[in-house]
């Protein structure tokens, strides 16, 4: 018995691998963020690939970063834990001088940390996950990771129908083709391309993530 709990915790820890392709692709949309450039809308302070504070307990600040960070850095990003939109824009100044994030700091902390984060939450967000590749998944961890878990709304409207797509009978293919064309209509919540709209690559993220999601 014990022997097959074992099996089945490994299959388990397999299907939550996301693959290269798609973190590729999450590390290209997100880049790497310095504490006192705030990205727009309701952010907060982030840092590193897309960690954002307004966002973030202290707890997961402390695992993240406290082993990359001065002590006087880590304690004034202290200050902006649960800081959002207004609030943060409010304080961005503070943090002109702290010492920029490196790519080896910031890759570190995303394998570690924010890997696993997401695609557990990608797991409760869609359940049916398993059922794709490891690219799939990664494609809707990169949707939760830039977008939040939040299924209703009506700027979530195509996140809600993948996952009642992900949990219908249909077959597998036809699941792969509705999911993308859901990709592809999500563009409609940012109406321009154009970088001065105030979401710069949202709708370049979503077609390459329909792209990468229908190769499979």
Same mark, same amino acid.
């Given at each position: 018995?014990?022997?097959?709990?074992?099996?089945?915790?490994?299959?388990?820890?397999?299907?939550?691998?996301?693959?290269?392709?798609?973190? %590729?692709? #999450?590390?290209?949309?997100?880049?790497? =963020?310095?504490?006192?450039?705030?990205?727009?809308?309701?952010?907060?302070?982030?840092?590193?690939?897309?960690?954002?504070?307004?966002?973030? &307990?202290?707890?997961? @600040? +402390?695992?993240? *970063?406290?082993?990359?960070?001065?002590?006087? %850095? @880590?304690?004034?990003?202290? &200050?902006? #834990?649960?800081?959002?939109?207004?609030?943060?824009?409010?304080?961005?100044?503070?943090?002109?001088?702290? &010492? /920029?994030?490196?790519?080896?700091?910031?890759?570190? $902390?995303?394998?570690?940390?924010? $890997?696993?984060? *997401?695609?557990?939450?990608?797991?409760?967000?869609?359940?049916?996950?398993?059922?794709? &590749? /490891?690219?799939?998944?990664? $494609?809707? +961890?990169?949707?939760?990771?830039?977008?939040? +878990?939040?299924?209703?709304?009506?700027?979530? $409207?195509?996140?809600?129908?993948?996952?009642?797509?992900?949990?219908?009978?249909?077959?597998?293919?036809?699941?792969?083709?509705?999911? +993308?064309?859901? @990709?592809?209509?999500?563009?409609?919540? *940012? /109406?321009?391309? =154009? /970088?001065?709209?105030?979401?710069?690559?949202?709708?370049?993220?979503?077609?390459?993530?329909?792209?990468? @999601?229908?190769?499979?």
């Amino acid at each position: 018995m014990w022997k097959w709990l074992n099996n089945l915790f490994s299959r388990k820890e397999k299907t939550m691998i996301i693959g290269k392709e798609s973190i %590729d692709l #999450i590390l290209e949309f997100e880049g790497i =963020d310095q504490p006192w450039k705030r990205p727009p809308g309701d952010s907060g302070i982030t840092l590193g690939y897309g960690v954002d504070l307004g966002y973030t &307990t202290v707890a997961e @600040f +402390t695992d993240y *970063w406290k082993q990359h960070l001065s002590l006087q %850095d @880590f304690n004034l990003l202290l &200050t902006a #834990i649960g800081k959002k939109g207004a609030a943060a824009e409010a304080i961005e100044s503070r943090f002109r001088g702290i &010492t /920029p994030i490196t790519k080896i700091q910031a890759r570190e $902390v995303f394998d570690r940390c924010i $890997v696993p984060k *997401w695609t557990k939450k990608a797991y409760d967000t869609f359940p049916g996950l398993e059922l794709l &590749t /490891p690219n799939q998944r990664g $494609v809707l +961890t990169s949707l939760v990771f830039n977008r939040g +878990t939040l299924l209703e709304g009506s700027r979530r $409207v195509e996140m809600k129908n993948i996952a009642t797509i992900l949990k219908s009978n249909i077959d597998l293919g036809e699941k792969v083709d509705k999911i +993308t064309t859901q @990709f592809l209509a999500m563009q409609r919540v *940012w /109406p321009s391309d =154009d /970088p001065q709209s105030g979401h710069p690559g949202l709708r370049r993220r979503r077609r390459a993530e329909a792209a990468l @999601f229908k190769k499979g």
